[in-house]
């Protein structure tokens, strides 16, 4: 699909910076409709919204939420720098 103009020219395929990985290619948007833009992204790192989807979503305080990263249940360490021939994401 990278060789083909096509899909780049309609939107299907558009370029995204990737925190890792630097410049990626992703799906983009197939529809195309005049009042509603589309945002196109790529995933968040692992761990990247713990605390809105714990907070937010599923109602458990900051003191549960605490008490998750006191267990090991949740972590927002940095692993990536252990990806062989990752680049530095700093």
Do not use: C, Q
Not at 14 to 39: K, M, Q
Not at 47 to 52: I, K, M, P, T, V
Not at 54 to 72: C, M, P, Q, T, V
Request: hydrophobic share 35%; glycine share 8%; proline share 7%.
């Amino acid at each position: 699909a990278e060789a083909d103009p096509h899909p780049w020219e309609r939107r299907a395929m558009v370029e995204v910076d990737d925190f890792l990985a630097g410049t990626i290619a992703v799906s983009g948007d197939y529809w195309h409709f005049s009042r509603t833009p589309v945002n196109i992204g790529v995933t968040p790192k692992v761990g990247e919204h713990n605390d809105s989807v714990l907070s937010d979503i599923l109602g458990y305080s900051s003191e549960e939420i605490d008490g998750f990263r006191a267990k090991n249940v949740i972590s927002e360490e940095d692993l990536y720098h252990e990806i062989e021939g990752a680049p530095d994401p700093s």
